[in-house]
């Protein structure tokens, strides 16, 4: 399966996520991407860092983040995952060990249902290898 393949199937595909792109792990690269979900050098950069900030907490969790020009109140950062939330909408985005999966959901899906679409794809991921 193709990486756009994953995006518009696996993960938009689902109903419970509405735009999403994949990265690869040092976020400097851009493997698929839904239409119009620009995610900025900078903003990919620092989901890069807080994967690899050793703090307690970590920076990312009281400062938030950013995805598509869209500032994101952080509600967990671990080695693996980073969900943030605006309002009812709010992003999750897993890291794998090649790869960055990074999503949105809108007002209408429940957080829970986007983060196990999502932690799912991730998995699979891991498990073959990326």
């Known amino acids: 399966m193709s990486w756009k393949a994953y995006v518009d199937t696996s ?3 689902s109903g419970n996520v509405d735009k999403a792109a994949i990265f690869n792990s040092e976020g400097n690269s ?11 050098p900078a903003e990919i950069k620092d989901v890069v860092n807080s994967y690899t900030d050793k703090g307690d907490p970590k920076k990312v969790q009281s400062s938030g983040f950013h995805i598509a020009g869209e ?4 509600i967990k950062a671990d080695d693996r995952s980073l969900y943030g ?12 060990q ?4 990074v999503t949105h ?9 986007a983060a196990n679409i999502v932690e799912q794809l991730g998995d699979y ?5 990326y």
Do not use: D
């Not at 500032?71 to 952080?74: E, G």
């Open 11 to 13: 993960l938009v595909g």
């Open 30 to 40: 851009v493997w698929a991407t839904s239409t119009g979900f620009n995610v900025a």
């Open 71 to 74: 500032r994101y109140v952080t």
């Open 85 to 96: 939330k605006k309002g009812k909408e709010g992003v999750v985005i897993v890291k794998t």
């Open 98 to 101: 090649q790869a960055i999966l």
């Open 105 to 113: 959901y809108p007002e209408s899906v429940q957080p829970g249902a």
């Open 125 to 129: 991921l891991i498990s073959v290898g």
